[in-house]
């Protein structure tokens, strides 16, 4: 186990002489190496998608070179949960894009990659801040798909809908009952203007707190 650990194949945290392994870390491990699950882990881990679990970006690359930028920056002083949140604020120091980064594929996009599957605009976000989006959500905007990771759902919503987007992304958040599954919604596109659109938004359990939007656009 110590040389998985050493080589980065499976992920611990060191306590004094022992390491702490995440359940889902170590449920991926099992899986990808085609390992029996012990009986004690079986249950709802087991089932359905597997995923490693989730490392901060400071983590993820310590003690790598490309890491080296993560002490001096905001993700890490702010302790950004989501670092690519703050991918617009222009105080990133992050070297590479978003798209090329492995950790952002490993612990983010693997997690959305579902996206693609769906045969209608959809986009992943969360505190309206997208986590990823699918080619038809980017060409219903007029953006390229890549540019929409971290950025705030308010570059893409009319100034119109923008409110009635807050106030629903707040009141699913207070787990609200009334929230509506479907509304209609302006978007902003930079050749066509303003675009009305049906949307249909869903919580997601994982990732945990985002939210699926799925929009067709009207008339």
Sequence with gaps: M??????????????????????????????ANRQEIPR????????????????????YW???????????????????EVCFSARYSNLIGCPEDCRDCLHYHETYLARIQFVHQINMPAVVYRDLAIWGANPMWAGL??????????????????????????????????GAADVPLSYQLFLKHPDEGKIEVRTWVFPLNEPPDTLLMIAEKEG
Aim: net charge positive.
């Design 2 to 31: 110590g040389y998985w650990i050493r080589s980065r194949k499976l992920r611990a945290t060191r306590t004094g002489r022992n390491y702490t392994i995440p359940v889902e870390e170590l449920i991926f491990f099992l899986r």
């Design 40 to 59: 004690e882990l079986a249950g709802e881990n087991t089932f359905g998608p597997c995923f490693r679990a989730v490392q901060k970006c400071w983590d």
């Design 62 to 80: 310590k003690g790598q070179p490309h890491g080296d930028h993560c002490p001096d920056r905001t993700v890490l002083k702010k302790q950004l």
């Design 141 to 174: 905007c007029g953006v390229d798909e890549s540019s929409l990771i971290g950025m705030g759902m308010e570059n893409v919503v009319h100034a119109e809908s923008l409110q009635n987007l807050i106030a629903d992304s707040r009141n699913r958040s207070l």
